[in-house]
């Protein structure tokens, strides 16, 4: 039974060892320092909006704005600089608080109002896109600033930079939800709402907290994926947010709330964006792509059920 637990624990950094080694061997590239540095710069976006995503899962919720908070808290940092010359830190941190506060109000709706979460923050990501497409007409900013981009650009040596941030940001979450009494509330709330409110936690405080906390990571994916490309797009991947709310669960985040590791989070993220490169390597065909992407969702949904059902064997 330990074995099997281990072997559910762990499957997404076996199944990212076994892929890597067989895309290497179809394609001798993808193990090449150069594919390692494009794959770590491929994830740091994903990986953020991944963690976003596992915040509200870790609560027994889901965020599906995600995407829709990217495009538009990086819209106004844009604006904040084009429109009213902003240096480039305040327009960052428009961009951070604006996703913050997208946020917020989900997790109003979802806390105060009870409204559920899928459906109400799947409708306030298409708002968003919306209105982006709205302002935009579908015109890509274009940010000229350097200091906005260099994180998206500057390398040490011949490594760019933009990983540093994140394997930041998950150390940081790691310490958050390790070690800080808010982030034992987040496993409480999401593992026993009536325990925890029993307990004398304020249930309804934390879980508007953990979609604040989303959006503050979302909104800070919106500055990353500005820097790195440049400008402001909406023509974000459709597939980017079906990959950020599969990866934590492969990762062994579950989906019913109450577990989930960062280790786990960033594995889900590599795993995702490892078979992405090597499926273009190995001249995979993009009419393919999206099969193992739905391919890829099953399998997390299959592995924590399996994990469920191992619990709760364990605990008969």
């Known amino acids: 039974?330990?074995?099997?637990?281990?072997?559910?624990?762990n499957v997404v950094w076996i199944l990212i060892i076994v892929f890597s080694l067989l895309a290497g061997v179809l394609n001798p590239f993808f193990l090449s320092e150069g594919n390692l540095q494009n794959v770590l710069v491929q994830a740091t976006t994903l990986g953020v909006l991944v963690l976003a995503v596992s915040f509200t899962l870790l609560i027994g919720e889901i965020d599906l704005s995600v995407i829709g908070n990217l495009v538009f808290s990086g819209m106004i940092g844009a604006y904040a600089m084009q429109e009213y010359g902003a240096h480039w830190t305040v327009a960052v941190a428009v961009t951070v608080l604006t996703g913050t506060l997208i946020?917020?109000?989900?997790?109003?709706?979802?806390?105060?109002?009870?409204?559920?979460?899928?459906?109400?923050?799947?409708?306030?990501?298409?708002?968003?896109?919306?209105?982006?497409?709205?302002?935009?007409?579908?015109?890509?900013?274009v940010i000229a600033d350097e200091?906005?981009?260099?994180?998206?650009?500057?390398?040490?040596g011949t490594w760019p930079?933009?990983?540093?941030?994140?394997?930041?940001?998950?150390?940081?979450?790691h310490v958050v939800l390790a070690y800080s009494a808010w982030g034992r509330n987040l496993y409480a709330t999401g593992g026993n709402r009536r325990a925890a409110h029993a307990a004398g936690i304020n249930v309804?405080?934390?879980?508007?907290?953990?979609?604040?906390?989303?959006?503050?990571?979302?909104?800070?994916?919106?500055?990353?994926?500005?820097?790195?490309?440049?400008?402001?797009?909406?023509?974000?991947?459709?597939?980017?947010?079906?990959?950020?709310?599969?990866?934590?669960v492969i990762g062994g985040v579950s989906l019913l709330g109450g577990r989930g590791r960062v280790l786990g989070m960033l594995g889900g993220t590599?795993?995702?964006?490892?078979?992405?490169?090597?499926?273009?390597?190995?001249?995979?065909?993009?009419?393919?792509?999206?099969?193992?992407?739905?391919?890829?969702?099953?399998?997390?949904?299959a592995v924590d059920a399996f994990r469920v059902r191992g619990e709760e064997q364990e605990s008969v």
């Open 161 to 173: 930079i933009m990983p540093v941030a994140l394997f930041v940001i998950y150390l940081a979450a």
């Open 147 to 156: 200091g906005y981009g260099y994180i998206g650009s500057a390398t040490i």
């Open 204 to 248: 309804r405080r934390v879980r508007l907290s953990a979609f604040a906390a989303a959006g503050f990571l979302a909104g800070l994916a919106g500055f990353l994926y500005a820097s790195y490309l440049g400008g402001v797009s909406v023509t974000v991947g459709s597939t980017t947010l079906l990959y950020a709310v599969a990866a934590p």
């Open 270 to 301: 590599l795993l995702i964006t490892v078979i992405q490169t090597g499926l273009q390597l190995i001249n995979v065909s993009a009419y393919y792509i999206q099969m193992i992407g739905g391919a890829m969702i099953l399998l997390a949904i």
């Open 103 to 141: 946020g917020a109000v989900n997790g109003y709706f979802v806390s105060y109002m009870r409204m559920n979460s899928l459906i109400a923050t799947l409708a306030m990501g298409l708002f968003l896109q919306g209105a982006v497409l709205g302002a935009t007409q579908a015109r890509t900013l």
């Open 1 to 9: 039974m330990n074995g099997r637990k281990f072997l559910l624990d």
